[in-house]
């Protein structure tokens, strides 16, 4: 069985400082694994994804996660939040089979100025 | 880029009453397209995959008479809600995979917001 669990359900921060949002995944093989932010009354936009090649994964507007097998974890982080980061953002894993997505509870991140 | 839209964003209707919501894939075709449910302060849970020209696949514990899904065309999925009751409002979202591109990426609607009185 596949699932993801994202650690802390608020994360605050101030503008420039870094951003860390946890996610921590079960899958009985090898996964692939995204982040995806929601902006208000917004579609989800993916944010960056794994799919077992490089570990360390860059995706838009400075994010990037590493993928540690070692922790089944593929944390989220930004080495300076701007105010427009402030979203909500899920964690992923795709099952096996392929037309599953299973998502995490997700992390509000509100940016102070 | 790939864009999915849906229509309404919102809606308000009366208990027993059906409503109907479109999940279009704009710019591109989509054999598949994915419905979610997003309850309050939860997470997304897949309601049902729809594939164009057969009949959709549900999750276990979901309806399928109460939320028909019709997927007719490569750019066009509906889910109607029947009888809607104040227990089915919530936040639909629907998803796309872009045909022949791989099973790695969902590119999401807005997401519609269904209110039942």
């Known amino acids: 069985a596949q699932s993801v669990t994202q650690l802390d359900s608020h994360v605050s921060v101030s503008e420039g400082t870094p951003v860390l949002l946890r996610c921590n995944y079960s899958s009985s093989y090898s996964p692939s694994l995204f982040w995806y932010v929601q902006h208000p009354n917004k579609g989800l936009q993916l944010l960056l994804k794994?799919?077992?090649?490089?570990?360390l994964v860059k995706g838009i507007n400075g994010f990037e996660a590493e993928f540690k097998k070692s922790e089944t974890s593929f944390h989220l982080t930004k080495p300076s939040a701007h105010m427009s980061d402030a979203a909500e953002y899920f964690c992923?894993?795709?099952?096996?089979?392929?037309?599953?997505?299973?998502f995490g509870s997700g992390t509000k991140l509100n940016v102070k100025p | 880029g790939a864009v999915v839209s849906q229509h309404p964003s919102r809606v308000i209707c009366k208990s027993g009453t059906s409503v109907k919501i479109e999940c279009r894939s704009l710019d591109f075709q989509a054999t598949t397209m994915f419905w979610y449910r997003q309850f309050p302060k939860k997470s997304l849970m897949l309601m049902a995959t729809s594939n164009e020209g057969s009949k959709a696949t549900y999750e276990q514990g979901v309806e399928k008479d109460k939320f028909l899904i019709n997927h007719a065309s490569l750019t066009l999925s509906t889910l109607t809600v029947t009888s809607a009751h104040p227990e089915d409002s919530s936040f639909y979202i629907c998803?796309?995979?872009?045909?022949?591109?791989?099973?790695?990426?969902?590119?999401f609607g807005p997401g519609t917001r269904l209110t039942v009185l």
């Open positions: 794994y799919t077992s090649a490089a570990t």
């Open positions: 992923v894993v795709r099952g096996y089979n392929f037309n599953k997505f299973y």
């Open positions: 998803s796309a995979r872009e045909e022949g591109k791989g099973h790695n990426e969902q590119f």
